[in-house]
């Protein structure tokens, strides 16, 4: 006989995860077993969620609770979502930036109150704006930062995300090189220096980190080009002596027992050299002494641009084989960046011991010799340098004319000392071809800054860079001595050119604006007249006119005024 047959399992199997045959009125397990047998009447609707579902969830709020703990007790922190990082940043300069913002009438950010003022720019959007325009017009300076994944991080939870310290520094710089966020530069900085110094007085594991190393270094920069010299010098030495003691001057990409992955290395690698370079140009402009030592480094020159961007592995040599290899060999962009910052500092250290030649011919003799070295290593490092270096790049690569506008202006240092040192000897006829083939030399240098101004298209931003400002003012010397000594037209004519340009730059920069000045006088004083600019109400007319602003002045600056105009 048949049984009817139950649409359902019975409660017993179901609830043991058995196969029930489901023969009514007792199924054949619950009959075997002599077990009651009940059959549901229809499916039970789920009304609640699973046990492992809410085991999992009640974990992940437990851990978030624990998230929020630990940043309630963090300073720079909050409870506070991922995505709502960048939001607290610009919260948190809000009160800064209003009142700058609302006591400025020229500002370009037009807000009728401070509620409006937050709803519109206190966003992540905001943030990430910023720092898009930092890495579009101010990371050639430091291209230590790999773009794309730190704009990724910004995405990411607060304890991931990178310091709050670096990202208002290079929001700040982002917001300098904007016309319409250039008022929230200053309070950005600001903004960034405090949480800088907060995160030392912590003296946790994560007080100091290469993240430090960049955002002291950006401070730096940010501070000379507000012509800061004081404060920038300090921030740099602060950022020098942490990569140190992260041992950033002595990396092994073979060595890795971080387990950091490629672009994490080199990141490193890319963050420690860009402070090489800061160390020479500040040692070759300021005359203090150096923080770096050559025989100090180990780290390996950087990679290519474009293997950093990939995360690709490439052989780089170390500063000392670099420096005496083949000339043929040609050097990736930031390695030859090392090397011009490193020859542009000895050449400017080497015009400084021009006196000893005056002393005894032992000296004098060695001076020359080095003076011939240099000289010959700044012409071999202008062929060595890479395709995206070179002088017809001027137009689209800011970095290939700071580059070549540092190479000349050492050569032109080199030579105007030289002028003024054979000058100063007995009159004969070798001594007379020498200063017109030193004088040849430092005119074609003057010249090509000349060339680098025509092909450069954002003349604000290309020249921010006190030491570029320079470049300007040492070709207009150049050229002014070859007018007054060969009536050459043509060299009065591109010394007004350049000094209209260094005005223009010095509307809105203190250092062009006291180089102007000086160059001004210079060429009044052998006839040559230029309008005089309308002064900045909001500066000094002269910032080298104190004894401090004399003191900051360049070593290059100080010879100029020891080698006065032919009359």
Avoid at 403 to 414: D, E, K, S, Y
Wanted: charged share 25%; aromatic share 6%; proline share 5%.
């Amino acid at each position: 006989m048949s049984h009817p047959i139950a649409p359902l399992s019975c409660f017993q199997c179901r609830e043991k995860k058995l196969k029930c045959d489901r023969n009514a009125p007792c199924c054949g397990r619950c009959q075997r077993l002599a077990h009651p047998c009940d059959y549901p009447l229809a499916r039970k609707k789920v009304t609640g969620k699973r046990k492992q579902v809410r085991e999992l969830e009640a974990k992940l709020a437990e851990l978030e609770s624990k998230l929020n703990a630990v940043h309630s007790n963090n300073p720079l922190w909050g409870p506070i979502d991922g995505e709502e990082n960048a939001v607290l940043v610009m919260e948190d300069i809000h009160d800064s930036i209003e009142d700058y913002v609302f006591e400025d009438p020229s500002c370009s950010i037009q807000t009728t109150s401070s509620e409006s003022f937050s709803d519109q720019h206190a966003s992540s959007g905001l943030a990430k704006e910023l720092s898009n325009l930092y890495f579009e017009r101010q990371s050639h300076c430091s291209p230590m930062i790999h773009r794309f994944r730190y704009m990724e991080s910004l995405s990411l939870p607060p304890q991931s995300q990178p310091p709050l310290c670096l990202q208002c520094i290079i929001m700040a710089l982002g917001a300098d090189a904007s016309d319409n966020y250039g008022a929230m530069a200053t309070p950005l900085y600001e903004r960034a220096r405090a949480y800088a110094k907060m995160d030392e007085s912590n003296e946790g594991a994560n007080s100091i980190s290469v993240a430090h190393v960049q955002c002291w270094d950006l401070i730096a920069n940010y501070e000379a080009q507000q012509s800061m010299f004081s404060k920038a010098s300090a921030s740099f030495c602060q950022s020098a002596r942490i990569a140190q003691l992260l041992q950033l001057h002595c990396l092994d990409r073979k060595s890795n027992p971080s387990r950091l992955d490629i672009i994490e290395v080199e990141e490193q690698c890319r963050t420690w050299w860009v402070i090489f370079i800061s160390d020479r140009l500040m040692c070759a402009t300021t005359g203090l002494p150096a923080v770096i030592y050559n025989r100090d480094v180990d780290t390996p020159l950087p990679v290519s641009d474009k293997a950093f961007i990939e995360g690709r592995e490439e052989e780089t040599g170390c500063l000392e084989s670099s420096l005496n290899t083949n000339p043929s060999n040609i050097l990736s962009e930031l390695s030859a960046r090392v090397q011009v910052a490193h020859l542009v500092q000895q050449s400017m250290e080497h015009t400084s011991f021009a006196s000893q030649v005056e002393t005894s011919p032992e000296k004098a003799s060695t001076y020359w010799d080095r003076h011939r070295e240099l000289d010959n290593e700044l012409s071999l490092l202008l062929a060595r340098l890479p395709t995206d270096l070179r002088s017809h790049q001027y137009a689209r690569s800011q970095s290939a004319a700071a580059v070549n506008a540092q190479i000349h202006t050492a050569i032109m240092t080199l030579h105007r000392t030289r002028i003024c040192l054979l000058r100063a000897e007995p009159r004969k006829a070798s001594t007379d071809q020498s200063i017109r083939h030193s004088q040849e030399r430092a005119l074609a240098g003057a010249e090509e800054i000349a060339h680098i101004l025509r092909m450069t298209t954002d003349l604000k931003t290309t020249f921010k860079n006190p030491i570029l400002n320079f470049s300007i003012y040492l070709a207009c010397l150049v050229l002014i001595e070859d007018f007054l000594g060969n009536d050459r037209q043509q060299s009065r004519d591109t010394a007004c050119f350049l000094s209209s340009i260094l005005a223009s730059v010095g509307e809105k920069n203190s250092v062009a604006e006291s180089l102007y000045n000086q160059i001004r006088d210079n060429m009044m004083s052998v006839g040559i007249s230029i309008p005089e600019p309308q002064k900045s109400q909001d500066r000094q007319s002269d910032i080298f006119a104190s004894k401090m602003g004399q003191l900051l002045t360049n070593v290059a600056f100080r010879l100029v005024h020891k080698h006065p105009l032919p009359n």
